[in-house]
């Protein structure tokens, strides 16, 4: 299965843009780059995914490289409620349809 | 709201007990999925239906033992627990099993299982 490598934690100010790097260095073709999010004592809730081409919905922004090996995610203005663990996962063709969760980034963001 | 739903909330049981977590979703969905999370560890997939058939096994002990009625819901019956079986138990559906990884998840808030 293709791998993502995210950092454990991050830190961010209220109100400030944050932006959650992912490398997918072994994504195949074929394989979407999604994102979920934690927060504390909930189910994860999905975020955004993308193919090839940047992508914004009300949530977030999600910007690929040009090579695919790496993205990353951008909250314009960071508020309390963001504070979660933020996943991204490969998904893709055949048994790759599963998510896979890894360890995530612990988001930390102050007042 | 997100649209999935798990009862109860909380529940502890003894070694020798039976129980259910019972999940329904209310988002049309044909495709459901028994999640774990254990504390300091990664989500692990349990199980999936797609339009009631269970099409992933992911190696889970026959302790757990799954259901899937109709589309809605989905069941998750517990016997003859260990203590380490401890965990959140998350329900999730999406619309199918998309072979090309495009399609959400939604996730329920999970069930916080103790055992004794």
């Known amino acids: 299965d293709a791998k993502t490598t995210q950092p454990n934690s991050m830190e961010s100010n209220e109100e400030e843009p944050v932006h959650l790097p992912c490398n997918h260095s072994?994504?195949?073709?074929?394989?979407?780059i999604h994102w979920y999010r934690q927060l504390p004592s909930q189910g994860p809730e999905y975020v955004i995914h993308g193919l090839t081409s940047n992508v914004n919905n009300r949530m977030a922004s999600l910007a690929i490289a040009e090579d695919r090996k790496s993205s990353t995610l951008i909250l314009h203005r960071a508020t309390l409620r963001d504070a979660a663990v933020y996943y991204c996962?490969?998904?893709?063709?055949?048994?790759?349809?599963?998510?896979?969760f890894g360890k995530g980034t612990l988001l930390t963001v102050n007042p | 709201e997100t649209g999935v739903t798990q009862t109860p909330r909380h529940l502890v049981m003894g070694m020798t007990n039976k129980k259910s977590l019972k999940c329904e979703q209310h988002?049309?969905?044909?495709?459901m999925y028994w999640y774990k999370q254990s504390a300091k560890k990664p989500l692990e997939l349990m199980f999936v239906?797609?339009?009631?058939?269970?099409?992933e096994n992911n190696s889970v002990p026959s302790r757990f033992s799954p259901e899937c009625p109709n589309s809605s819901h989905l069941f998750l019956h517990l016997h003859t627990l260990q203590p380490e079986d401890s965990a959140l138990y998350l329900c999730?559906?999406?619309?199918?099993?998309?072979?090309?990884?495009?399609?959400?998840?939604?996730f329920g808030p999970g069930t916080r299982l103790t055992v004794t």
């Open positions: 988002l049309g969905h044909n495709a």
């Open positions: 996962i490969l998904r893709g063709g055949g048994s790759n349809y599963k998510l896979t």
């Open positions: 072994t994504i195949s073709g074929t394989d979407y």
């Open positions: 999730a559906s999406s619309q199918e099993i998309a072979d090309r990884g495009r399609d959400e998840q939604y």
């Open positions: 239906y797609n339009f009631k058939e269970q099409t």
